[in-house]
Each structure stands twice: as structure tokens, then as C-alpha cells.
């Protein structure tokens, strides 16, 4: 619970002090063990620091609101609503000196130095995984790793940040940390630094835990998905699922699946990968991640400005069968949620020494596609039918409260004319600024 934004909501709702600070006393007495004396001058604290804090202007106390909710727009869902947005990060932060820059909406970034490729990425841990914190942390360094190697990197680094709130136990940062150097060490990556702080600070009560690692690799040979070119192939390994699939699992009841989902193969076939000198012939590479398949394969597309064709028949038996079964069970289309697995984008006569190289790592792989010249879009063929492929609003619902929240849909088009009004003014914020650090800059040096 957030007692700072239920202060201010009740405070816009016209209540008097004297309501909020008896009502909130009760809610913070129903979440601490604490006496009614603390939680009254608590709840009266809280009153006194959102009124000195409310109504502020400039740029530096203020921003521009959009009017649309971070929930009602998909954002963090893996569909239309949260690659829009990203798309509008990447417009604020404009064009950099970035050999691979957000602006490619590519799974890592990539500086150049010295004849080499710096590449850096970061993930957030699984937003459900919060009581779980060992698969948190193990599933979070898998992703942050994987989208090391798919820019033909190898990792060598791992860095962490973790937020705990107020009432969360401790045990839960050094379990979500056992997580993260069980992978770690497995690959001989070390963690080498990290943040830890809580929600909020004293302004949110529970137990919810969130956080993110990240990782850092080196590599001489890029393969980013802007390499894609017509006529490649598309390939792809088996995968078992991470974070997603354990979240789907434990709270529908298939909780024998969490275990399919505690393995290396993407990390191992990568490695096999890094020892090769096929690794020079692939062309791109990415994880199944961002809203399954529909969403990689739509955003590869728009990045490399191919058209890209999936065979459907090709793509199921990819799916490890434990997790294919429960996806089946629950009525989740498993082409539209995060399976981790592997896509390889190379030409022809390079597709046979790739498999060999994956597959003696015993990590099965398959033709699933090609990639043509045309209309920068993806498209599913099914029974030799060409069917729409882009990405729904958000990623397959694969919770009994994501099947609730998925029938909610407002008016994206409107949503977007808003969200693109407030990232503007970001951009123009930044640029004011900008211009007077620097002129006070100037004026120090006269």
C-alpha cells in the first residue's frame, strides 16, 4: 500500500485531515504490528509531507501528465501499447554515438571501442515473482544474459538492483541474490556490484519486492537484428520458458512446470555458439521474450525493415511438451508468451553447421521461417495461408487476473495522440535544460 498516493488521493476527493489521518491510522494498524499512538503520528507525518509537497511547478517539480495509466496502455505487457512506448523512449533519448542504439529496439545496446563492441543490457525480475525470490533472481540473469549473448557477445559481468518494501523480510534479498549467482557462477559470470534499497522508502507498506539485474559483454562481431537480410533463414531452439511460464505455473496450478523452466540450454547453445567460427556467419540473433513470438518476430521486422514468414507447424514442437500442455490446458496461445528460446537469423548455407553446433549442446533446433525483402511486417502461415502475425495489446493472458484485465481495452488510437503529447514535452523539458546547463556553463568559464 502506497500511503503517500492515498493521501493525495483523499485529499483530492475533498476529505479533511482529520478523516484521512483516522482512516489511514487503521490501515497502516491493519499491515504493522505497531501501538495506535505510532500509527496516528505516522499517519499525521504522512499528511504534513504530501501537503508541502503538493501543487508544485517548474520543470524540476513537475511534468506534463498524458492522462493515460501505465496498466491501461499495456505498458510492461508485451504488446502494441509497451512497444509504442518504447518507441517513444527511444525518441527522447533521440539519435547517440551508439553502434547499436535504443533506437533499433534490439534485445542490448553496443558501443564501440578499440576494435570492440561493448554491450550492456538490463532486466526487470518477473513483477509476480515477488514471494519467490530465488526464481526472481535466477529467471531475471537468465533473460539479462541471454540478451548478452544474442548480440554475439560474451557476457562478463553481472550487476543487480533490488527494491524491497517496508515490511518485506531481508531473507528476501539474499534469496533473489542466490538466484542470480546460481547462474553466475554456472557460467563463470560474476556479480560484481549492486544496489539495495526499499519502495518508497517509508511510504510503502507490505511485503512487495521488485528489482532488476544486468549484465555487460564484449564481442568483435555484432549480431544485431538490423543485420537481417532477404533470403535468410529463420531459426529456432526448443525452449521450456522462464519467469512467464513459472509465474503461469504457480498461479494456475501447474506448479511441477516451474521446474521445466530451471535450466541453461539457451545459455549453453550460446556458448557452443561463442566456440565456433560459425558465429561469424549469423547474421542475427534474439530471444522469444517480448510477448512471445508475435511480438519478436513484429519488432525483428521493423527494425531490419524485412518482411518476415513464420510456419506455424514448424513452431509448436519447440515448445518443451510440459509447458506446451499447460499453455493448451489454460487456453494461453503459446506463440503470443515468452517461451526463451532462441532465434537465429542466417543465411542458407550456414543453417546446417549452426544446428550441429546447438545440437551438441543437446538443445534442439528447427527451420521455422525465412526472411523476405518487402513490407516491413511479420506473417504466420497456417495450412499454406498467410495470416496476420502482429502482436496483440498485450501478450498472451496467462494469469486468471491477466484473463480479467485482458478484456479491458479503452481507445488505444486516443491513448497514443496522449502518450505522444507528454513524450514530447519530455523532449522539449530536456532540451530547456539542457540549454541552461550549458550556458551557465559558458558564463563560468568568462
Known sequence: MDVEEYVRRRISQGLSEKEIQETLSNHILSIKKVDPAYASKFATAVIREVK?????????????????KMGEFGVGSR?????FTHRQIAHIIGKTSASVGVDEMDDAGAVSTDGKYIICTVDGMHSRLSDFPFLAGFHVTRAT????YVMGARPIMLFSDIHVADDGDVAKIFDFTAGI????EALNVPLVTGSTLRIGGDMVLGSRMTGCVGAVGVTEHLTARKSMQPDDVILMTEGAGGATIATAAIYSGFHNVVDQTINLHFLDACEKLMGSDVLHSIH???DVTNGGLRGDAYEMAQTAGCRIIIDEKATSGLVEPHVLEMLEKLKIDYLGVSIDALLIVAPREAVSKICNVVESANVKIREIGFVKSGKPESVLVVDDKECDFAPRFRESAYTPLKKVVDAKIGNFDKMKEDVIRASEAAILKKERVLFRLRYNKKKKKK
Open 79 to 83: 504488446g502494441k501499447g509497451d512497444f
Open 284 to 286: 542475427a540473433m534474439t
Open 52 to 68: 508541502n509537497s503538493r501543487n508544485l511547478k517548474g520543470d524540476f517539480l513537475s511534468f506534463k501528465p498524458s492522462g493515460v
Open 181 to 184: 549467482t546460481t547462474v553466475g
Open 145 to 148: 544474459l541471454r540478451d548478452v
